[in-house]
Structure formats: C-alpha cells, structure tokens
C-alpha cells in the first residue's frame, strides 16, 4: 500500500464542531442506483470558525443547499472520503442529494442488496456509505425516515422508531414514513426493504404498555423464527426483572438476512440479524445454534439501554456497551441454563482467543489508545474481556451495589453519549467503593500471571498464602502496573470436606482475596493444613502459576461445590500431564486420570451437560497459551494420545453412558440438552479409537436421528474414523437433503474443513465449486475457510506452510470483496508468535506479501503492518 492510512487517538478526542438537532432522510428505491435526500439541521457547537465537515464515500453527489439556497462547487471542497463546506451560519438546514449503489456494495456496509432485499449496517462506520454526515457517535440526532420504493417488489418498508405514515403516490410507488423519537448516533440508522414472511406477537410491559412485535425472515423460513420470538419475549421479560428497565417504543423488530458481516445489529426498534443467528428449527439447528440465538437476541434486545438510550462518546468507548451487554447477555443465559456450562463457554473464548490476543500484534486494553480501521477493534479483548471487567466490579460491588450503580448510571446518562470513565463513577458513587485502581482494567492490555505460594505453621495454626502479579509487556505496552485481581478461594480437608478459616475474625471456607499490589501475603486461623481450591469461578481473567499435585486435585474435583471450578480443576490435571509429555515425547498418562473420569461417570449426580465437559481433552489453542514459543507437532501428539487413552480406557463406561443417554426422541429442554451433549461426547470419544462396532453406533444414531445436534454429531464422530467410508456416505445422504438450504449446508463445509486428511486443501477447492457456497457471503466462508483456518491444527499447521499460503490466497481474494471478513480471516496468520521458528517464518513471507498486495485494505494493513517483525 503506498500510502499508509492514519492512526486515530483517543488522546486527540474533540467535540463536534457542529450538533444535529434533527435528520431527515428520503430513500428512492431503484433497481439501477438509490437516491438519498438527507435533510439536516445543524447548530454551531461552541464559538468557533470551523467549517462544517461531513464524511462521505462511496457516493455521488448531485446537489448541496444551506436554507433551500443551492450551493457552488466553489464553497464547498469535495473528496473520496468527505465533504467539507464553509458557512458562517451558527444554524441552518443543510439538504445534500446523492446517489449510492446498494446492488455493487459488496462490503456490506452501509446499504446493500442481500438477496433481493435492502438492508443496512452502520456500526461503525457505515453511514458514511449512505450520505454525507458527521459518522461519529457522539452526534445524536433524531431521525425521520422517508422509504419510496415499488410494493410488488418491496411490500415491507421499514425503519427505526415508529411508522406515522404510509401512502401510494401517483406514479404506483408506496412511501413510507418511519418516527424515532429517541435522539441516537447515525451508526443506529436501519433500514431494511423486501418481501418477507413475518412472523407476529405481543408483549406487555411491567407498566402495562403493549409493544408490537414482528420478525421478518425470508420466505418459506417462517417456522423456524418461533424460538428467536419467544427468546425476544424473555428478554423483554428478564431485562424488567433483574434490571427493571422497560422497552421503550411501540413496537420491537428483528430481519434476518443471509449476507451479515456479524451475528447482529442492535439499530433502535429495528434489529438487523445474520440469518443463522434466527433461524432454528430441530431439525436443521443444533442445541448450541439454540442456544446461540437465545443468547444474540437478548444480546442486541439488551442494548437498548446499554448502547442505544446510553452510547459512546467515541469508538474507543465500545467496552462502554458491548462489554456491558456481554455481561447482561451472559448472566441472561445463565439465569435461563446452567450457569456452569454457561460459565466453561465464557473461559473458553477468553483462553482460548481473548489471551491469544493479549499475546500478539493487536494487542490492546478495552478501552484502545489507537486506531486505524475501526472494525478492527470488535475484538474479545472489547467484548469478552470487557465483560470479564463488568464481572468483577460486580463480584466486587454485589449484586445490589452493582444495581445500584446501574441505576445511578441511566439517571445520569440516558440520552448522553459517555465514556468508560462515566460508567466506573456511576459504580463508585453508587457503592461508596474506590474503584480508582480498578480502572486501570480499562487502560491497560495484556494477561496478569498471578503466582501463588503458601505455608503452613501447625504451632500457630497460621495458614499464609503468598500472591504475586506480573503482566508481561505487550506489542502495544511495555510498563504495567499492579491491577486490582478479586481471586475466589475455598479451603478443604484432604477428605474433601469443606474446611472453614478465620480471616478478619469471619469464619467460612470460601474467600474473596483482593490483590492490589505487586506482591501480598493473607494469613488464616485454621486446624489443619488446608487444601485450597483458586480462583475460583475464574474470579478474574488471569492466568494462574500454580502447581496442584494430583491427589490435591483429585480431592478438589470430587469435593468442588463449584461446578465450573469442578471442570476448571479437571482441565488443570489434563493441562499438567499434557505438558510433561511434550516435554518428555513419551505420550503415557497416569491411571489415575481414567480412574478418576470413571468415579465421575459413575456419579448420578452430576449434571450431565457438565460430565460432557468434563471428560473433553483441552483444546490446541488452551494447550498453546501454556507456552512462550510451543513445538506444535508435539502438542498435537501429545493431545492425540490422552484422547486415544481415554477412549480405550474408558470405552465399557462410555459405552455403558452412551446407551444411557442416546434417546431418538427429541425434546428441547436444559435436561434433555445435558443428555444429548453427554450421549454424543461419549460417541465423538469411542471414535477415535475406533472401538468395536464404533462404525455401526455411529451409521445408527446418523439414520435415526431426529435433530440436527444428534446428527452433526455422527458426522463429526464418523470424520474421525479410520475407514472412510462411512464418512463418505453420510456426508453425500446429507448433501442429497439439505442441497439448497445454505444455512444447514455450512455445518457440512465445516465438517470437512476441520477433517484431518492431506486432501483437505484439494477438498476445500472443490468445495468452492458447491452450489451453495458463495464468496460474496461470509457465512459460507467463515463455514469453509474459516473452520479449516482456527480448528484443522494439524492441517492449517502443515509443516510445508501450505495451510499459510492457501489461507493467505483466500485474504487476496476477499480483500476486493469484503475487506471485513478478509481481516477477521487473518488472525491466524498474525497470532504466530507462540509457534516454532520454522512455521514462524513460512507466515512471515506469507504476511510480506500480502502486505505488497494492490489495493490492500485499511483493515488488512493495520494488521499485517503490526504483525510483521520490526
């Protein structure tokens, strides 16, 4: 790219020159171009003599007039990225006319054409695609919206707020006039225009409002909408219970549409959803595509108040909503399922991709300092770690002072445009409780390593535990300081039996220590050397150096009260023993590990969905984050070989659970979903050595099954096979079905993405050739490349680099399509550091040549840029 792009800072944050009182738009919906009239008045924000600066791409511009006057070339300088006009007005009406093409708009930004239908995405920066206006989100504007476009075609016109007018003008066309009375940023600006089927309900308010509710899908996908509705109505009613806040317009809308660069999009009154994060019926969704879409519907149900009736300032503020509202959707799920499994998930993402984050180029605190590409910046680190944030000022303040905070923060800030900054002091004010450290979560980046040591005094009865904190330098931050770390704790006796400690004359067996400083010792009165159980819950997200010997956790698993801690525990024993067989290369696990996973499947008790996880080997990426620099071949035989054992050692157990917990019949409840996860985790780990008659359970449950999850799990347990053959057939019955529902197909592409074959990258060509996959949808790729690129370790990590130089060709290709998706097909590439130098370098040479690439994309070169050595 000849010339670089520039870096935005937080530090350089101004006030708009120029405030909106209110918006008026008019679309005229044509099959060539789309013509928008925007209508807006301005006044001067402050005294000043700045001229009024307006951002702008892909447009072109037909007419400019300030109070009906029109404007000359000469008083206004024009170019690809904004319009800059001189007035000395302090108020004034602007009217810009220009013209967009949604059909060619292959960014999906700003808008686009998704099979037929018009829809729109504005978050982040996308407006500028649709006319020229100050794209920030600390302009807040109410919006009139004018939709005029030909019925047969588009019969449903439709914007944010609510519709006061609908009419048929003279030359046939309807227009349609849509109302938001809420002042909002342009970035919550929808519009969506086409011929759907609507699936229709109701819903009452606590103070007693009836709100409309109306989900448009495309035609013939009613019947898979009524699970997104009725996620809707509880989170309509869960939002009024734990939060007490109420919807606030008359009516509530979500489209799905298939061509959606992310899961959602909260516009005020007016969701815009990737089908897949709707459309669910049994047979064609999974129990984790359910409970996906329960968890994304209250996610962008939730942002009405956390994100919409309160917003950022600026873009460095995104924590400010979405790690919010990753929180409120997490404890939402949780409050609906088990909060255990509900809790592994969360951890999962933040070792598993959050910590790699930490560790690479794009590192960078919640609240970034700098910016090139804004859509670079919808990051775990914003939201998941983000939420990690919200979690521990809730640990810290409870549930009470946490709500009270809240409450204090709306009474403050409805309407407003705030800050990270804001938030913390409506918490602090609430509480009474110094969060002035706490903050520092928000400004610095990187992954704590919390040490723990201890002693025993049997003379004083005296229990010390000793705590270090170190965050190491990241690619964005040397210096660190010490963060306040919340680290959950409980103490047992070596029977397992909750112990109980003196700490500050309480007596319990459960602690909150709160490490503040560098380093910190805490002391207890207790009887006995105690066994004890930390970080619990993963109280906050830090890595632990902690060393358990196997019978202290042997002990803790069976004896944890905490369910997740019970996994967490689990992992820790798998995770020591891994490590000493890539150290060692002998690949031999301990028979207390199998002895211990049959006292668990043998105990009636458990939660089954929790069994589930708790008999699944860590994952490569967990694997991986144990290491500064990781021989990836034998993290991948070492992995291999405890998944062997377990299958071999346990097989009579598993098989025994199996058949237990495999029911034909198919229910959607959290106990029937805990079967199914055990029944098919059970049947994924006797096929991978595959046991007797393994082939014939597996041809079984796939012609047997009634849901998807059941279904999806043969595949995946047939992919692992060492006879291909009933791999094969299974994937070309399912082909034969489901050819043509896209949606269904992509679980297809992902199975044979993740299959470990040295065809795979053969296969992935051939793929591309399908019908149903299409390079212009980023389901279809994520499904395809995607998969193969973050979960097909052994092949994406070939030693020969061709799993680099295939994904790299893929960037090339999406860079001129959607530069979106291109830069979120990256991360793998750039996340290299932790592997060894041979596969370092073959990424190298990869990255320096997408960064000779003509045209590269600001989201691209942003990356590739920090990514490459200095």
């Given at each position: 790219?000849?010339?670089?792009?520039?870096?935005?800072?937080?530090?350089?944050?101004?006030?708009?020159?120029?405030?909106?009182?209110?918006?008026e738009?008019?679309?005229?919906?044509?099959?060539?171009?789309?013509?928008?009239?925007?209508?807006?008045?301005?006044?001067?924000?402050?005294?000043?003599?700045?001229?009024?600066?307006?951002?702008?791409?892909?447009?072109?511009?037909?007419?400019?007039k300030?109070?009906?006057?029109?404007?000359?070339?000469?008083?206004?300088?024009l170019?690809?990225?904004?319009?800059?006009?001189?007035?000395?007005?302090?108020?004034?009406?602007?009217?810009?006319?220009?013209?967009?093409?949604?059909?060619?708009?292959?960014?999906?930004?700003?808008?686009?054409?998704?099979?037929?239908?018009y829809?729109?995405?504005?978050?982040?920066?996308?407006?500028?695609?649709?006319?020229?206006?100050?794209?920030?989100?600390?302009?807040?504007?109410?919006?009139?919206?004018?939709?005029?476009?030909?019925?047969?075609?588009?019969?449903?016109?439709?914007?944010?707020?609510?519709?006061?007018?609908?009419?048929?003008l003279?030359?046939?066309?309807?227009?349609?006039?849509?109302?938001?009375?809420?002042?909002?940023?342009?970035?919550?600006?929808?519009?969506?225009?086409?011929?759907?089927?609507?699936l229709?309900?109701?819903?009452?308010?606590?103070?007693?409002?009836?709100?409309?509710?109306?989900?448009?899908?495309?035609?013939?996908?009613?019947?898979?909408?009524?699970?997104?509705?009725?996620?809707?109505?509880?989170?309509?009613?869960?939002?009024?219970?734990?939060?007490?806040?109420?919807?606030?317009?008359?009516?509530?809308?979500?489209?799905?549409?298939?061509?959606?660069?992310?899961?959602?999009?909260?516009?005020?009154?007016?969701?815009?959803?990737?089908?897949?994060?709707?459309?669910?019926?049994?047979?064609?969704?999974?129990?984790?595509?359910?409970?996906?879409?329960?968890?994304?519907?209250?996610?962008?149900?939730?942002?009405?108040?956390?994100?919409?009736?309160?917003?950022?300032?600026?873009?460095?503020?995104?924590?400010?909503?979405?790690?919010?509202?990753?929180?409120?959707?997490?404890?939402?799920?949780?409050?609906l399922?088990?909060?255990?499994?509900?809790?592994?998930?969360?951890?999962?993402?933040?070792?598993?991709?959050?910590?790699?984050?930490?560790?690479?180029?794009?590192?960078?605190?919640?609240?970034?300092?700098?910016v090139?590409?804004?859509?670079?910046?919808?990051?775990?680190?914003?939201?998941?770690?983000?939420?990690?944030?919200?979690?521990?000022?809730?640990?810290?303040?409870?549930?009470?002072?946490?709500?009270?905070?809240?409450?204090?923060?709306?009474?403050?800030?409805?309407?407003?445009?705030?800050?990270?900054d804001?938030?913390?002091?409506?918490?602090?004010?609430?509480?009474?409780?110094?969060?002035?450290?706490?903050?520092?979560?928000?400004?610095?980046?990187g992954?704590?390593?919390?040490?723990?040591?201890?002693?025993?005094?049997?003379?004083?009865?005296l229990?010390?535990?000793?705590?270090?904190?170190?965050?190491?330098?990241?690619?964005?931050?040397?210096?660190?300081?010490?963060?306040?770390?919340?680290?959950?704790?409980?103490?047992?006796?070596?029977?397992?039996?909750?112990?109980?400690?003196?700490?500050?004359?309480?007596?319990?067996?459960?602690?909150?220590?709160?490490?503040?400083?560098a380093?910190?010792?805490?002391?207890?009165?207790?009887?006995?050397?105690?066994?004890?159980?930390?970080?619990r819950?993963?109280?906050?997200?830090?890595?632990?150096?902690?060393?358990?010997?196997?019978?202290?956790?042997?002990t803790?698993?069976?004896?944890?009260?905490?369910?997740?801690?019970?996994?967490?525990?689990?992992?820790?024993?798998?995770?020591?023993?891994?490590?000493?067989?890539?150290?060692?290369?002998?690949?031999?696990?301990?028979?207390?590990?199998?002895?211990?996973?049959?006292?668990?499947?043998?105990?009636?008790?458990?939660?089954?969905?929790?069994?589930?996880?708790?008999?699944?080997?860590?994952?490569?990426?967990?694997?991986?984050?144990?290491?500064?620099?990781?021989?990836?071949?034998?993290?991948?035989?070492?992995?291999?070989a405890?998944?062997?054992?377990?299958?071999?050692?346990?097989?009579?157990?598993?098989?025994q659970?199996?058949?237990?917990?495999?029911?034909?019949?198919?229910?959607?409840?959290?106990?029937?979903?805990?079967?199914?996860?055990?029944?098919?985790?059970?049947?994924?780990?006797?096929?991978?050595?595959?046991?007797?008659?393994i082939?014939a359970?597996?041809?079984?449950?796939?012609?047997?099954?009634?849901?998807?999850?059941?279904?999806?799990?043969?595949?995946?347990?047939?992919?692992k096979?060492?006879?291909?053959?009933?791999?094969?057939?299974?994937?070309?019955?399912?082909?034969?079905?489901?050819?043509?529902?896209?949606?269904?197909?992509?679980?297809?592409?992902?199975?044979?993405?993740?299959?470990?074959?040295?065809?795979?990258?053969?296969?992935?060509?051939?793929?591309?050739?399908?019908?149903?996959?299409?390079?212009?949808?980023?389901?279809?790729?994520?499904?395809?490349?995607?998969?193969?690129?973050?979960?097909?370790?052994?092949?994406?990590?070939?030693?020969?680099?061709?799993?680099?130089?295939?994904?790299?060709?893929?960037?090339?290709?999406?860079?001129?399509?959607?530069?979106?998706?291109?830069?979120?097909?990256?991360?793998?590439?750039?996340q290299?550091?932790?592997?060894?130098?041979?596969?370092?370098?073959?990424?190298?040479?990869?990255?320096?040549?997408?960064?000779?690439?003509p045209?590269?994309?600001?989201?691209?070169?942003?990356?590739?840029?920090?990514?490459?050595?200095?």
């Open positions: 790219m000849t010339n670089a792009p520039n870096a935005r800072y937080l530090k350089d944050y101004t006030v708009p020159p120029y405030l909106v009182n209110d918006t738009l008019t679309f005229e919906l044509n099959s060539g171009f789309t013509q928008v009239t925007a209508t807006v008045k301005y006044i001067k924000n402050g005294q000043h003599d700045l001229p009024l600066t307006l951002n702008g791409e892909h447009q072109k511009l037909i007419s400019v300030i109070n009906q006057q029109v404007l000359s070339a000469n008083d206004y300088e170019s690809e990225e904004q319009i800059v006009i001189k007035t000395d007005l302090t108020e004034f009406e602007l009217e810009i006319i220009s013209q967009i093409d949604p059909a060619n708009n292959t960014s999906l930004e700003g808008l686009y054409l998704s099979d037929g239908a829809c729109t995405q504005c978050e982040a920066e996308g407006f500028r695609r649709i006319t020229y206006f100050q794209d920030r989100p600390d302009v807040l504007s109410t919006f009139t919206t004018h939709i005029i476009a030909d019925p047969t075609q588009y019969p449903y016109l439709l914007s944010n707020g609510n519709k006061v007018a609908e009419q048929t003279d030359s046939g066309l309807t227009k349609v006039t849509w109302q938001d009375p809420y002042k909002k940023p342009c970035y919550l600006f929808a519009l969506v225009a086409g011929n759907f089927d609507v229709s309900d109701k819903f009452i308010t606590k103070s007693g409002r009836e709100v409309v509710l109306e989900l448009f899908v495309d035609k013939g996908n009613l019947a898979r909408a009524d699970h997104a509705m009725a996620s809707l109505k509880q989170a309509m009613a869960w939002d009024e219970s734990r939060f007490s806040l109420e919807y606030d317009l008359d009516i509530y809308m979500i489209v799905a549409v298939d061509f959606f660069n992310m899961g959602a999009m909260e516009n005020k009154g007016l969701n815009v959803f990737n089908s897949k994060c709707v459309l669910a019926d049994s047979a064609s969704a999974t129990d984790s595509d359910y409970l996906s879409i329960e968890s994304i519907v209250g996610h962008e149900y939730f942002h009405n108040w956390t994100g919409n009736r309160v917003t950022c300032r600026d873009w460095f503020q995104l924590s400010l909503k979405e790690g919010l509202t990753v929180f409120r959707d997490q404890e939402f799920s949780m409050d399922g088990s909060r255990a499994v509900n809790r592994i998930q969360q951890v999962k993402i933040m070792r598993e991709h959050q910590f790699a984050e930490d560790a690479g180029p794009m590192s960078h605190p919640i609240r970034p300092e700098s090139i590409e804004m859509n670079n910046f919808y990051t775990v680190t914003v939201y998941d770690k983000g939420a990690e944030v919200i979690r521990m000022m809730h640990s810290i303040l409870g549930e009470e002072k946490f709500q009270a905070g809240m409450k204090l923060y709306f009474e403050r800030h409805d309407g407003q445009a705030v800050t990270c804001d938030f913390v002091s409506a918490m602090q004010d609430a509480s009474n409780i110094d969060l002035t450290q706490f903050k520092l979560w928000y400004s610095q980046s992954t704590p390593v919390v040490g723990i040591s201890s002693d025993y005094d049997p003379t004083a009865q229990f010390t535990i000793h705590i270090t904190q170190n965050t190491p330098a990241t690619a964005d931050q040397q210096a660190k300081s010490a963060l306040h770390i919340p680290i959950n704790i409980a103490f047992y006796n070596d029977k397992g039996e909750p112990l109980a400690v003196t700490l500050d004359n309480e007596e319990s067996n459960e602690q909150v220590l709160n490490l503040t400083q380093e910190q010792s805490f002391s207890f009165k207790v009887n006995q050397q105690p066994i004890v159980s930390y970080l819950d993963f109280s906050a997200p830090v890595k632990l150096d902690y060393q358990y010997d196997d019978n202290e956790l042997r803790l698993i069976l004896a944890e009260s905490s369910e997740y801690t019970k996994w967490e525990l689990m992992q820790t024993l798998y995770i020591q023993h891994l490590k000493l067989n890539i150290e060692h290369s002998d690949y031999q696990y301990p028979a207390a590990i199998f002895g211990l996973l049959k006292e668990l499947l043998a105990d009636p008790a458990l939660d089954k969905a929790l069994l589930a996880d708790l008999l699944k080997v860590p994952s490569f990426a967990s694997i991986l984050e144990h290491y500064q620099q990781a021989d990836v071949d034998k993290i991948l035989a070492a992995r291999e405890l998944s062997l054992a377990i299958s071999t050692e346990l097989a009579e157990e598993l098989t659970v199996y058949q237990a917990n495999y029911c034909a019949e198919y229910q959607y409840n959290q106990q029937a979903i805990a079967q199914r996860a055990l029944a098919n985790t059970c049947l994924c780990i006797l096929a991978e050595s595959n046991q007797a008659d082939d359970k597996i041809k079984l449950q796939y012609q047997n099954a009634s849901n998807m999850t059941d279904t999806l799990a043969a595949m995946s347990a047939a992919a096979l060492a006879c291909a053959g009933v791999f094969n057939a299974i994937m070309q019955d399912f082909d034969n079905h489901w050819r043509g529902d896209a949606l269904v197909m992509d679980k297809w592409f992902a199975t044979f993405a993740k299959l470990d074959s040295d065809s795979v990258l053969d296969k992935l060509d051939e793929l591309q050739q399908h019908s149903d996959f299409n390079w212009h949808n980023p389901n279809r790729v994520r499904a395809l490349i995607g998969q193969f690129a973050m979960f097909n370790h052994a092949q994406f990590h070939h030693a020969s680099g061709r799993g680099y130089q295939y994904l790299a060709k893929v960037i090339k290709k999406l860079n001129s399509i959607n530069p979106q998706v291109a830069a979120r097909m990256i991360t793998p590439l750039i290299y550091k932790k592997l060894d130098s041979a596969r370092q370098q073959l990424i190298i040479e990869q990255l320096q040549q997408l960064a000779e690439l045209g590269l994309s600001k989201d691209l070169f942003e990356k590739i840029t920090k990514a490459l050595p200095k």
